[in-house]
């Protein structure tokens, strides 16, 4: 992505938890094709018992490209919930 990543891809929201559910046939799960690019979705579940949904732009047309940029925002998250785990 050439332009300024938003706060959204640095870190959850504050207290929420990372839990992914995937399908292996689907490998475009949490990827919405939305007017010509691919965007991120997914829901958070906070401490309070409520959800929130997240949808950030992947900022690309290529598929694969995509995946990858989905994969990394995932791999942040969790890395960042390591981290204040320990």
């Known amino acids: 992505m050439t332009k300024t990543k938003p706060a959204a891809y ?3 929201p ?3 938890v990372l839990s992914l559910r995937t399908h292996p ?3 475009n799960h949490h990827l919405w094709w939305n007017n010509g690019t691919w965007w991120l979705h997914a829901t958070v579940h906070r401490p309070d018992y409520t959800k929130q949904r997240l ?3 992947l900022e690309t ?3 694969g ?3 990858s940029r989905r994969d990394a925002v ?3 998250w969790s890395g ?3 981290k204040e785990a320990a």
Do not use: D, I, M, T
């Open 10 to 12: 640095a870190a959850l």
């Open 14 to 16: 504050q207290g929420c």
């Open 25 to 27: 046939r689907n490998p």
């Open 55 to 57: 949808r950030l732009p």
């Open 61 to 63: 047309k290529n598929v």
């Open 65 to 67: 490209l995509a995946r």
């Open 74 to 76: 995932f791999g942040g």
């Open 80 to 82: 960042a919930l390591q």
